[in-house]
């Protein structure tokens, strides 16, 4: 299994602000997923991170919106830059490698709030 | 990836079983079907996953009719803390890891 930390739990942030999201994993994984989940609704994929290189987005996701960072193994950030109220969701980092039988492991996401 | 459709929410009550359908028409020879439940303020957990006729664990069971376009999880014996959101999600398992989350089902658990 996988211990996955997320900082901050929450936030309220202003608009026009950036918050910048950390991920810390017990164990070396190979990828890392960040997901957004709107109020009331599943959840999106919004990038993939991989150590060594460029973050993979999602279809309506761009690096100057949602910049990541993946300086090694066990951790990322993930930053939502220049917030609007539309950015107000729960943020989730994910991990899963196929040693792991494909189970993915969450963190308990990060509560965002843009006033 | 196969698209997923599940019933939107569920009620029941406690020490019944819950039987949550998933349907995924288009499910590909390479796909299993796994099962996350999701707490409030809380990530997903995986529950279950398999890829024909029937899985078990100690938390639920899934069930997958020969042709595999739809699976049930079936929760024995349901209580209050199984109060939560069920995705149902359909993917090859060397894709990478990359989850496509469909609506899920919201199960309500009554006294």
């Known amino acids: 299994s996988a211990v996955i930390s997320q900082k901050p739990s929450r936030d309220i942030c202003q608009r026009g602000t950036s918050l910048t999201i950390q991920c810390q994993v017990d164990?070396?994984?190979?990828?890392m997923f960040w997901y957004r989940q709107q109020p009331g609704q599943s959840l999106t994929l919004i990038a993939t991170?991989?150590?060594?290189?460029?973050?993979?987005?999602e279809s309506g996701f761009v690096i100057d919106k949602f910049p990541i960072s993946r300086p090694n193994l066990t951790f990322s950030t993930l930053t939502v830059s220049n917030m609007s109220p539309e950015d107000s969701s729960i943020y989730l980092c994910s991990v899963g490698t196929r040693s792991m039988n494909t189970e993915a492991f969450f963190g308990q996401g990060t509560r965002l709030t843009v006033v | 990836l196969a698209k997923t459709t599940q019933p939107i929410s569920m009620d029941s009550y406690e020490g019944q079983e819950v039987n949550i359908t998933c349907s995924h028409n288009?499910?590909?020879?390479?796909?299993?079907i796994t099962w996350y439940q999701q707490f409030p303020s809380q990530g997903p957990r995986f529950i279950i996953q398999?890829?024909?006729t029937k899985v078990t664990n100690e938390v639920a069971s899934l069930f997958i009719p020969a042709d595999r376009k739809s699976s049930t999880l079936s929760l024995p014996r349901v209580s209050l803390s199984d109060t939560a959101v069920y995705y149902c999600l359909v993917g090859d398992r060397g894709s990478g890891d990359k989850l496509t989350f469909g609506t899920g089902t919201r199960l309500a658990v009554r006294p």
């Open positions: 398999g890829y024909k």
């Open positions: 164990s070396q994984v190979t990828m």
């Open positions: 288009n499910i590909a020879t390479n796909d299993y």
């Open positions: 991170a991989n150590q060594g290189s460029e973050a993979t987005y």
